[in-house]
């Protein structure tokens, strides 16, 4: 999970992995790592989930925790458009490390969608350039599965 400051990278997991919510905002220090087996139809998959701290203007993300990841999960806050600059500099920078892993982007605050900064034709340059992008909300945990299940699957699809 990658992405800039209070985009809620920790709302999806704690969402994804113990389908709750908190109001309470806690900002992530160094990386917090999580655990779900999910069954797919294929086979049962153990997935770790780093949540990596948020990037911003006094703090870049390590490359260095990046390293042996099978794939990651771009999270976009739709209401600050400048965490869309971030996501993009965060994708170059991990291509760069490891490679063409797979990933998703999701748009994440779908439930202020009124409140929007994100504008259409930035979704669409996005998916110009082949991102796999999704649109969910921590809050009421619509497309968190989807998201999560959709990397799980890119990366099985993608793994020798």
């Not at 920078?93 to 202020?112: H, Q, S, Y």
């Not at 669409?124 to 599965?145: H, N, P, R, Y």
Request: proline share 2%; with cysteine; net charge neutral.
């Amino acid at each position: 999970m990658i992405g800039a400051f209070a985009t809620g990278k920790t709302s999806l997991v704690a969402r994804y992995v113990r389908g709750i919510y908190s109001e309470k905002y806690q900002t992530t220090i160094g990386v917090k790592i999580d655990k779900k087996v999910v069954q797919t139809a294929q086979q049962t998959v153990n997935l770790i989930l780093w949540d990596i701290y948020g990037e911003d203007e006094f703090q870049r993300l390590k490359l260095s925790y990046l390293r042996g990841a099978s794939g990651f999960i771009l999270v976009i806050d739709g209401t600050r458009l400048e965490t869309l600059s971030v996501a993009l500099d965060l994708h170059q920078k991990v291509r760069e490390t490891l490679g063409p892993v797979p990933f998703v982007a999701i748009l994440n605050k779908l439930d202020l969608r009124e409140d929007w900064e994100v504008a259409p034709d930035h979704i669409a340059d996005m998916k110009a350039q082949g991102w796999d992008l999704l649109f969910g909300s921590a809050k009421t945990g619509l497309g968190v599965e989807d998201c999560f299940g959709r990397l799980t699957q890119k990366m099985l699809m993608e793994t020798p």
